[in-house]
């Protein structure tokens, strides 16, 4: 069974490794294969579930929600995370692709989610990503609201600097329970930047997103040297696929990161999971770090 581990401080507690529905609508999968599939994770120990409004087209929170409505049991197991602050050309309304974070929209946006996901609440509410036109107070407003009326339990940010994150920070009465980053082997800016080092100094877990590079990993042929030393360290490790060595890379991370899984195939879930279990050593870690930028320490 997968950990549960404490997202923050003050934060709520979920499973080492979430279950991301970015691409739900990809997996075509009817309601009653979806509830299958979300009680096959479940029973794995996998209960944490990452969405955003604007996933799909704006149509994965709903999906989903049609599944929960089948079997309603299911949410009292599962701690539900979703998103807002981008507006997208999806809705015809939108002229343009834009990030909106003012007190009515996340409001708004949050109701909505509530009524596509079939429940009463959200468990973390997330803004999407930074916005320059984001007013701290505004935002807090809003948090404050919806969590005053129980809509939502817990917030946090993704994809915000250490800056960024500080400043609606300041504006709060409780923690903000994770930054939500990009961190995997292919893009490695934010392990040297401040940001998971900010979280390790205030001892918040971040969420890892695209943990395999978005299929870059195995269709990228730049990345071929990367492929054979994971494929080598996977051997070292006895592990069963290199993904298994990717999940275990960005786990020993110090703010140890909660993967996320973008698969809609359970036996990719149920390998990805057992990469809890494996131990690397410091030099297989840097290996690794050096096969994917093509250079060593200085």
Known sequence: MVQRITLAPQGPEFSRFVMGYWRLMDWNMSPVQLASFIEEHLDLGITTVDHADIYGGYLCEAAFGE??????????????????????????EHALGHYITDRDHIVKSAEQSLVNLATDHIDLLLIHRPDPLMDADEV????????????????????FTPAQFAL???????????????????????????????????????MAWSCLGGG??????????LRDELSTI?????????????????????????????????????????????????????????????????
Request: charged share 20%.
């Open 234 to 298: 996977a051997q070292e490790l006895n592990a069963e696929s290199i993904e298994q060595v990717v999940y275990a890379w960005i786990m020993r991370l110090p703010s140890k990161p909660l993967p996320i899984i973008g698969s809609g195939k359970i036996e990719r879930v149920r390998a990805a999971i057992a990469a809890e279990a494996l131990e690397m050593t410091r030099q297989q870690w840097f290996r690794i770090r050096k096969a994917a930028l093509g250079y060593d320490v200085p």
């Open 216 to 225: 870059r990993l195995f269709n990228d042929d730049a990345f071929q040297p």
């Open 140 to 159: 807090a407003e809003a948090f404050l609201n919806l969590h005053q009326s129980g809509k939502v339990r817990h917030f946090g940010v993704s994809n």
């Open 67 to 92: 599944a929960l409505k089948l079997v309603p049991a299911l949410r009292s197991r599962m701690e539900i995370v979703t998103k807002c602050g981008i507006a997208t050309t999806a809705k015809p």
């Open 168 to 206: 609606l920070q300041s504006r709060l009465p409780f923690t903000l329970a994770t930054n939500q980053v990009e961190i995997s082997p292919v893009h490695q800016p934010l392990l040297l930047d401040g940001t998971l080092d900010q979280l390790q100094q205030l001892r918040i877990r971040p």
